[in-house]
């Protein structure tokens, strides 16, 4: 407490630039500077590569496109074994220029 009020005094007698009262803020519009510039490129970079970006994979249809076994309404595979096994097999059509067929 003792502390706070010699602070205060110290304060209220001082007349230098550190002690003085600073005036209020206004509301003036803060100026960017690099850091924000690049963070606003980074961000519009980031969206237009979204954007372009091609999707990865068949989309969920509620079977596993592996085995056919149902899954869940926004899966694509019932495990890992046959995400793997799926990637391979594309891998391999890929490789030879065929596509599965009823697929």
């Known amino acids: 407490m003792m502390r706070r009020l010699r602070a205060a005094i110290r304060a209220a007698l001082c007349k230098c630039v550190f002690c003085a009262p600073q005036p209020p803020a206004r ?22 590569y979204r ?3 091609a999707p990865t994979g068949p ?7 592996y ?13 890992r074994e046959c995400f793997l096994a799926y ?5 391999l059509l890929r490789r ?5 067929p009823g697929r």
């Open 96 to 100: 030879t220029g065929r596509r599965h």
């Open 59 to 65: 989309e969920p249809d509620g079977q596993c496109h």
């Open 87 to 91: 990637e391979d097999e594309q891998d």
């Open 27 to 48: 509301n003036l519009p803060r100026m960017p500077d690099l850091a924000d510039q690049a963070d606003t490129q980074n961000e519009k970079l980031l969206e237009q």
């Open 51 to 53: 954007a372009r970006r």
């Open 67 to 79: 085995c056919r076994q149902p899954v869940g309404p926004d899966q694509r595979w019932c495990d």
